[in-house]
């Protein structure tokens, strides 16, 4: 059935002017005729030339166009039925310009950007984290570390501004001792500085800038002192590696790339990802056997059996397994069962041990919480 006078928008291609006007079409029309409001015929586009615009924006208000030397025609119509007209008599209206091998083009584009992703992220960034750890200055690096502290602390606060630091003297003046006792003559690149938080979560970690935090559930777990000095002394070899600044800036460079590839390229992007691998002390294998060797030496030096952070170790398998099979050499951190028997053959013989803490002070440690 024809169409007469349907309503439609005309763009002609040479200039940036629209024109209301007019349409018919019909079989028996051999074309379709655009005509001004008056009834005059401004043009008429052979149906073998119309074709439907994809990009029209509005399924109400379809767009055909045709191309003449070179400029492009555009007809906005008004009435979506027309189109039940024209499907029939335009042989080429659904036509798409895709050329052959197009698809296969963008499917081998595809894979190359996901290669060079991956590159950048496995390999180019923790390359250039690690050389850029050693421009960072002391005092940057701790700025940095106080920004993750933050993050940690709003994320797992659920956005609360409660200050969450347990902070009994009593409790800090022990935690202070065991510190001097580990670190004897030891020095580092910036202050040390180790908190306790109320929270009960078995976890303690180090951020940049020799900051170190300890889940005041961990606390709760370990049975002696000995058993969190060990964990000390392992969050210790990361800080005195430098391995927290270097994660940092992996995980920013890594956030800052993905979130440019999805179109979210924020400093609190970058904090937030940087945090979230603080919390699961996500370090490279290699750091965290380095980390417990360096742990082993120092808890000997300070006349702590290396065994004792084997202790920590069993008991966190028993709550939450250990890592086996082929999930073992995908894993950040080496299987617990591994790290257990390098703290115990780490352990000399005949070894003499001191308490690292009196009983007293220990139960100063476990209650440094109390007056939060």
Same mark, same amino acid.
């Given at each position: 059935?024809?169409?007469?006078?349907?309503?439609?928008?005309? @763009?002609?291609?040479?200039?940036?002017?629209?024109? $209301?006007?007019? #349409?018919?079409?019909?079989?028996?029309?051999?074309?379709?005729?655009?005509?001004?409001?008056?009834?005059?015929?401004?043009?008429?586009?052979?149906?073998?030339?119309?074709?439907?615009?994809? *990009?029209?924006?509005?399924?109400?208000?379809?767009?055909? @166009?045709?191309?003449?030397? /070179? +400029?492009? $025609?555009?007809?906005?119509?008004?009435?979506?039925?027309?189109?039940?007209?024209?499907?029939?008599?335009?042989?080429?209206?659904?036509?798409? %310009?895709? %050329? #052959?091998?197009?698809?296969?083009?963008i499917a081998k584009w595809g894979v190359a950007a996901v290669a060079a992703l991956g590159l950048m992220i496995f390999v180019i960034i923790?390359?250039?984290?690690?050389?850029?750890?050693?421009?960072?200055?002391? +005092?940057?690096?701790?700025? =940095?570390?106080? /920004?993750?502290?933050?993050?940690?602390?709003?994320?797992?606060?659920?956005?609360?501004?409660?200050?969450?630091?347990?902070?009994?003297?009593?409790?800090?003046?022990?935690?202070?001792?065991?510190?001097?006792?580990?670190?004897? *003559?030891?020095?580092?690149?910036?202050?040390?500085?180790?908190?306790?938080?109320?929270?009960?979560?078995?976890?303690?970690?180090? #951020?940049?800038?020799?900051?170190?935090? @300890?889940?005041?559930?961990l606390i709760d777990q370990a049975e002696t002192p000995e058993e969190v000095a060990a964990v000390l002394a392992h969050e210790l070899g990361?800080?005195?590696?430098? %391995?927290?600044?270097?994660?940092?800036?992996?995980?920013?460079?890594?956030?800052?790339?993905?979130?440019?590839?999805?179109? %979210?390229?924020?400093?609190?992007? !970058?904090?937030?990802?940087?945090?979230?691998?603080?919390?699961?002390?996500?370090?490279?294998?290699?750091?965290?056997?380095?980390?417990?060797?360096?742990?082993?030496?120092?808890? =000997?030096? +300070?006349?702590?059996?290396?065994? +004792?952070?084997?202790?920590?170790? *069993?008991?966190?398998?028993? $709550?939450?397994?250990?890592?086996?099979? !082929?999930?073992?050499?995908?894993a950040s951190h080496p299987a617990l069962g591994d790290r257990i028997a390098a703290a115990v053959d780490a352990t000399p013989k005949d @070894?003499?041990?001191?308490? =690292?803490?009196?009983?007293?002070?220990?139960?100063?440690?476990?209650?440094?919480?109390?007056?939060?």
């Amino acid at each position: 059935m024809p169409v007469t006078d349907s309503p439609a928008i005309y @763009f002609d291609g040479h200039t940036a002017g629209r024109r $209301e006007v007019l #349409v018919d079409a019909g079989a028996d029309l051999h074309g379709l005729r655009i005509k001004s409001v008056e009834g005059k015929t401004i043009a008429v586009w052979r149906f073998e030339n119309i074709r439907l615009a994809k *990009d029209s924006g509005s399924r109400d208000k379809p767009v055909l @166009f045709r191309i003449v030397d /070179g +400029a492009e $025609e555009r007809l906005v119509l008004q009435d979506v039925e027309i189109l039940d007209v024209l499907r029939p008599l335009c042989p080429q209206l659904m036509r798409t %310009d895709v %050329d #052959v091998g197009t698809y296969s083009r963008i499917a081998k584009w595809g894979v190359a950007a996901v290669a060079a992703l991956g590159l950048m992220i496995f390999v180019i960034i923790p390359m250039l984290a690690n050389t850029l750890a050693g421009f960072i200055s002391p +005092a940057r690096e701790a700025a =940095i570390g106080r /920004g993750v502290i933050n993050q940690i602390e709003w994320l797992l606060n659920e956005g609360s501004d409660d200050d969450w630091t347990c902070t009994d003297p009593a409790g800090q003046a022990a935690l202070n001792a065991m510190m001097a006792r580990l670190m004897q *003559d030891r020095k580092a690149d910036y202050d040390l500085d180790v908190r306790v938080v109320d929270h009960s979560m078995v976890n303690a970690f180090a #951020v940049p800038g020799g900051h170190m935090v @300890f889940m005041h559930g961990l606390i709760d777990q370990a049975e002696t002192p000995e058993e969190v000095a060990a964990v000390l002394a392992h969050e210790l070899g990361h800080v005195v590696a430098r %391995d927290p600044i270097r994660m940092t800036l992996r995980a920013a460079g890594t956030a800052g790339l993905l979130s440019l590839a999805i179109g %979210d390229a924020t400093g609190g992007t !970058i904090i937030a990802v940087a945090a979230d691998q603080a919390l699961t002390s996500s370090f490279s294998r290699e750091a965290e056997a380095q980390a417990d060797r360096f742990a082993h030496q120092m808890l =000997i030096d +300070a006349s702590v059996p290396p065994s +004792a952070l084997s202790l920590m170790f *069993d008991r966190l398998r028993d $709550e939450h397994g250990d890592v086996e099979g !082929i999930a073992e050499h995908f894993a950040s951190h080496p299987a617990l069962g591994d790290r257990i028997a390098a703290a115990v053959d780490a352990t000399p013989k005949d @070894f003499v041990s001191k308490p =690292i803490l009196s009983d007293q002070e220990w139960a100063d440690l476990r209650g440094i919480c109390d007056d939060n």
